[in-house]
């Protein structure tokens, strides 16, 4: 698989797991970066994939920015403005 992408609105948590298989474990370095992400020893013949667990925080609009119908927040254009942040699609 080359590229991934997530699609969010703004504001959201989300919990992303990903089982990986791909990871040459005969690479001392490698090896030792997944156990510590793990927090268990993996051994270079351990073929079950590792489950690497993310936590993500979308940040919401802000002052200064409006949201588009499609969940992309956008930088107010000079001279245009909103009064609070948006939770829903708003224009400045």
Not at 64 to 76: F, H
Request: hydrophobic share 35%.
């Amino acid at each position: 698989m080359s590229g991934m992408g997530l699609v969010t609105g703004p504001g959201n948590d989300l919990n992303v797991n990903l089982t990986v298989y791909g990871i040459d474990l005969k690479v001392p370095s490698n090896r030792e970066y997944l156990s510590e992400q793990l927090g268990r020893d993996v051994s270079p013949d351990d073929k079950n994939g590792y489950l690497l667990n993310m936590d993500m925080k979308v940040r919401g609009c802000v002052l200064g920015e409006g949201l588009r119908e499609s969940g992309a927040c956008y930088e107010c254009p000079a001279g245009f403005y909103l009064l609070q942040a948006p939770v829903v699609p708003e224009l400045c």
